[in-house]
């Protein structure tokens, strides 16, 4: 536990990752191993910190995807960077809460907006390049050349008016850029001195440019800081001071619980007790609708009970309920999709008796919903589910929940009802709030090897009530 031996032990476990992941992904890691997003506390301003790292990962991210160099050749381009005269624009914005000023060059506010932008070095003369010698590649061919003031060949005397006229072009759209960054208010400086003729365009300031261009919309601009004008400095409030240890570790404590709390409960995940998502599986497979991975098919989501199971409500959900018309192929298809091709007669069987059901022929005759995703706030938290067939009746909406069953002994099918019933008013809590309509009904079909059996589930309101209770104590 020696804190040299673990700094070393770490060091090494970078040194063993660095052939294996990008320079980007191990600045990541050592940045989370770290912690050093929550060393940024330790700082006056935070919020610098985080957007500074933000910045170093996402620039060697880029530098990784434009070159896919290793990591001695990241470095190399860090050393570069890190040289004097090195320029690179930054354009990371800081924290949206952050009451700060950002101060940048034109070419790194490029695509950026801001509720104000100042614009300064509006009465800087612009300058000529005084380099002792240089050269100019005219459009047609050749090449001009001027050594000091004086010696220059005709080619570069030609050339220098066309050079001149495309830097005043680019002077004129970086201050169009300039000035469109601000969103609610722009603040720019035209103050110039007195000149006794109109100078070149090509030799004014920024600020005679814009003068001239606004025109006579110039007088009805508002002027600030006027002349004269007294600055008071601003009253800036003492920090609060720091709170007891104690006192602090307790609000840290209750903030963990809040934050380690689930927001979302899918309706399966009630069952339990209250319990959230975990990653094993519940014994009765009629409960196995969790969503385990975002990429499985349109097929397989929102159903997760038995492979025959499975197949049984991918069938329903795509056939005709009311001619079971494209049968066969579906069964084909879904055995396929879930290897049991040598059930394609049980599945076949179990999806006929679910077109006999009272149920399914009801929904069939009037407007119905099958594989419907609801989610609704209950409280705090968000409740979520699949129903496998939803319709609408005069007096109201019936959910409709598939389970496959081995028997249908009455006793055991009241048994699986009281298993399922959390779950069952579950979704008719999430429909009634998510559509405003009543849910009449919420019935379970057992899809036997004898036929199907329906199951309604009892005292619906007082239920529904049981689970918005259960959800907010959970």
Not at 18 to 40: F, K, N, Q
Not at 169 to 194: G, M, N, P, Q
């Amino acid at each position: 536990d020696d804190r040299v031996a673990v700094g070393l032990a770490y060091l090494r476990s970078l040194h063993e990752l660095r052939h294996w992941v990008a320079p980007s992904e191990l600045l990541d890691r050592i940045s989370r191993d770290r912690r050093a997003m929550d060393l940024g506390f330790a700082e006056g301003r935070p919020r610098d910190v985080w957007r500074r790292i933000r910045f170093v990962v996402d620039q060697a991210r880029a530098w990784s995807e434009a070159t896919g160099g290793n990591l001695r050749q990241y470095l190399r381009w860090v050393e570069l960077q890190t040289a004097e005269g090195a320029r690179i624009a930054e354009a990371i914005l800081p924290e949206t809460d952050d009451d700060a000023v950002r101060i940048m060059t034109v070419h790194a506010a490029k695509g950026l907006e801001f509720p104000i932008a100042i614009v300064s070095g509006m009465s800087t003369a612009p300058r000529g390049r005084y380099a002792s010698a240089q050269a100019v590649f005219p459009p047609r061919g050749g090449v001009g050349y001027k050594v000091g003031r004086f010696a220059e060949t005709a080619e570069f005397a030609e050339h220098a008016p066309v050079d001149e006229q495309m830097s005043l072009h680019e002077r004129i759209r970086l201050l169009y850029v300039a000035c469109t960054r601000a969103r609610d208010h722009l603040v720019v400086s035209v103050h110039r001195k007195a000149r006794a003729s109109t100078p070149d365009r090509t030799g004014s300031t920024n600020a005679e440019l814009l003068v001239e261009a606004m025109g006579a919309t110039l007088d009805e601009l508002p002027v600030v800081g006027e002349v004269g004008g007294v600055v008071t400095a601003p009253v800036v409030a003492a920090p609060e001071p720091l709170l007891p240890y104690g006192e602090w570790e307790l609000e840290r404590a209750t903030s963990l619980e809040a934050a380690s709390r689930p927001t979302t409960v899918s309706a399966t995940s009630l069952t339990e007790e209250g319990e959230p998502d975990v990653e094993e599986e519940p014994e009765d497979p009629g409960l196995q609708k969790r969503p385990r991975d975002l990429d499985l098919p349109p097929w397989l989501k929102g159903r997760y009970g038995t492979a025959v199971g499975r197949a049984v409500h991918g069938v329903l959900q795509t056939i005709d309920l009311a001619t079971g018309a494209g049968l066969d192929a579906a069964v084909a298809s879904q055995c396929e999709a879930e290897a049991i091709t040598d059930r394609v007669d049980d599945v076949r069987r179990l999806v006929g008796h679910a077109l006999g059901s009272p149920s399914v022929r009801d929904a069939a005759l009037a407007d119905h919903w099958r594989e419907v995703y609801v989610c609704t706030p209950v409280g705090s938290r968000q409740l979520e589910g699949y129903v496998d067939l939803l319709y609408r009746t005069p007096e109201g909406l019936v959910v409709v929940d598939y389970k496959t069953a081995a028997t249908s002994d009455p006793a055991e099918l009241e048994r699986r009802v009281e298993t399922y019933r959390v779950q069952g008013s579950s979704y008719a809590l999430a429909v009634g709030a998510a559509t405003g309509e009543p849910v009449s009904r919420v019935t379970f079909v057992f899809l036997t090897p004898t036929g199907a059996v329906e199951r309604h589930l009892t005292d619906l309101g007082v239920a529904i009530a049981q689970v918005a209770d259960l959800i907010g104590s959970s």
